[in-house]
């Protein structure tokens, strides 16, 4: 199956379990969290454009999630970055331009605050198209009106390079 032809996939897949929780969340036992935010990925097999060795680089990227709380403890969401630079993995010649990364995980809530996640997705780019494996964790900080301040720290494990991000997110719930 081409790349192309899984996105719609990977799009039907995130409708219908948002539109299985909405069935299951009739009785007020789901909250929905939803935020923007911006963050730095470190890719230490990176370098600028005509580089001729990785010394590693930060590249900021923004980024939209949602978040749907399905159990006491247990938690699904998407979680969309987008790159804004344009670099170089120096060992594999691969060239990335603002790359969209996007990604379902599960997530468990250690305590009111503190959750890990794993899941997997795509990270889309006119290059080269590449499967990526997430995994991390989050504390959330409860702000005024259910606001939600959200930091995270993941690693993500892709098919020729791996990389770690922080990144922050001003969340809403519902």
Known sequence: MQITARIPLLIVTVMLLLAMANAMGQDKQFRYRAGVGFGFTFIPLAGNLGDTDARGL????VRLDYFIHLLPRWEIGFMGNYELDHYMIVDQQIERDHA???????MFNITDHLGVFAGGGIEIETHQ?????RLGTEYSINMRRNWV???KLYFDFKQNYDTWSFAVTIAKKF
């Open 58 to 61: 930060f590249v900021p990227s």
């Open 100 to 106: 969209l990364g996007l990604t379902l995980v599960g």
């Open 129 to 133: 198209h590449l499967g990526v494996f």
């Open 149 to 151: 301040l959200v930091p």
